[in-house]
């Protein structure tokens, strides 16, 4: 069956916008972009815009319910009080925080998401409610042990769930809480790899010197090396292609070389690394390099929602002030990022990332009525600058309606978040008395 979607404004991404366009989808795939003279109006939005689905190239959907947590604090007692909470809930509480985020997602106008998954409960949330994934199951240490230990009980528990929506992954954790023999027994199970590179200047001084306010979080950590972690990566051959890092905002000009010679994909999040301190990525700067990018938000435990057009305007503002000019960014270049971008950076750009016959039909509605950006002008602008999850009509995976404002059931999912966001805070026992 062949089903039209039509509106104001279809952006293709890679290819010009379509005034009064439309999109075929045909058995799960796009058949058809055109304009709606040529492929007929089917069902029509108003005042809308349509976009492929935002691919969030970087998330931890188990830390939805985890906002505000230590705001303001350094990184150091910030994650303590992450470690320490997290310790408080179980498997069953995992997944409900995981499927509120995994909605959060689609209701954002998100139709895929690398997500770094610390327990592996992302994999069934994601399955679930329909939401493409790749699932890295995180992995830690100075052996490689937790592939054993820690990886393969996972990955056996969430089998169930994979397949061709939700894909499987590995992520060692990063350089100062994996090591180089981790990183390479990632890389030998021959699956997706994402990590955490180069996030925050505290991270930076420990790993070239030992010292600095993360001294005191070393205990079971490998030794620092003395160098970068993207240099320690680079010397010992563990920078390859298609590897997904997170952040690289504590970069050098050598260190960008490195990541632009080997291959590496980045997922930026300039919302997570701005409210913790961290400083801004050069974005610019590894765009120039070649190097391919994607958007990501983190999670709520920094970001601190899975919102992708707050997203998209944090890039857009930090590159600009960044730079100190409006070009440094484009609202075309931002919403590039969100979706061809992170699908590169995926490695699923033949799959995803832009509406292109042939590609699945993952694709998202944004109203843009009563907003200042109408009547129209630029649309990609009206998208980035004025777009926000409330105005996400319908999100689509491979041709499915699997979110549409007002017709979602949100109780039970925010219910059962909001429970193990209360099992989060419960006083741990030594304070109760
Ligand atoms: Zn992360």
Redesign the pocket.
């Known amino acids: 069956m062949r089903t039209v979607l039509s509106a104001d404004w279809v952006l293709p991404v890679g290819a010009p916008p379509i005034r009064d366009g439309a999109v075929a989808i045909e058995g799960g795939l796009i058949a058809a972009v055109g304009t709606r003279d040529e492929l007929g109006s089917g069902i029509e939005y108003a005042d809308a815009a349509i976009l492929p689905g935002f691919v969030n190239a970087?998330s931890?959907l188990e830390y939805a319910v985890y906002a505000g947590f230590g705001d303001g604090l350094p990184f150091a007692p910030w994650i303590l009080i992450h470690v320490e909470r997290k310790a408080r809930i179980g498997a069953e509480e995992m997944e409900a925080i995981a499927r509120l985020g995994a909605a959060e997602c689609l209701a954002s106008g998100i139709t895929t998401v690398g997500d770094?998954s610390f327990k592996g409960a992302a994999a069934a949330a994601c399955a679930g409610l329909g939401l493409r994934a790749i699932v890295y199951l995180e992995v830690f240490g100075i052996t490689t042990e937790q592939l054993e230990t820690r990886f393969d009980p996972t990955r056996e528990r969430i089998a169930g769930s994979l397949g061709d929506l939700v894909r499987l992954g590995v992520s060692p954790h990063a350089p100062y809480t994996a090591s180089p023999d981790l990183y390479e027994a990632c890389f030998e199970l021959e699956l997706p790899v994402a990590t955490?590179l180069s996030e925050s200047p505290d991270e930076d001084t420990w790993m070239r010197s030992g010292e600095g306010p993360w001294k005191p979080l070393a205990d079971g950590l490998p030794p620092p090396p003395g160098t970068s972690g993207i240099r320690l990566l680079a010397a010992r051959g563990l920078l390859r292609p298609g590897m997904l890092a997170?952040h690289c905002v504590t970069v050098d000009t050598e260190e960008i070389a490195l990541i632009a010679e080997h291959g590496v994909a980045v997922a930026h999040c300039p919302r997570s690394n701005a409210i913790l301190g961290c400083g801004t990525a050069p974005l610019r700067e590894l765009l120039e390099a070649g190097i391919t990018v994607g958007l990501g938000t983190?999670?709520p435990a920094s970001a601190p929602s899975f919102d992708m057009f707050e997203e998209l305007r944090a890039a857009l503002y930090l590159a600009r002030a960044r730079e100190q000019r409006p070009e440094a960014l484009t609202a075309t270049e931002a919403l590039e990022l969100a979706t061809l971008g992170s699908a590169r950076a995926l490695g699923l750009d033949d799959e995803i990332g832009s509406l292109e016959p042939g590609k699945r039909a993952d694709l998202a509605v944004v109203s843009l009525e009563g907003s200042p950006f109408l009547p129209w002008e630029d649309p990609a602008a009206a998208v980035v600058l004025g777009g926000s999850p409330e105005r996400v009509t319908a999100t689509l995976v491979d041709g499915e309606i699997r979110y549409e404002r007002g017709a979602f059931d949100w109780h039970e999912l925010r219910q059962n978040g909001a429970r193990a966001r209360d099992r989060l805070l419960a006083l741990p026992p030594s304070r109760t008395r």
């Open positions: 970087h931890h770094c955490h997170a983190d999670s």
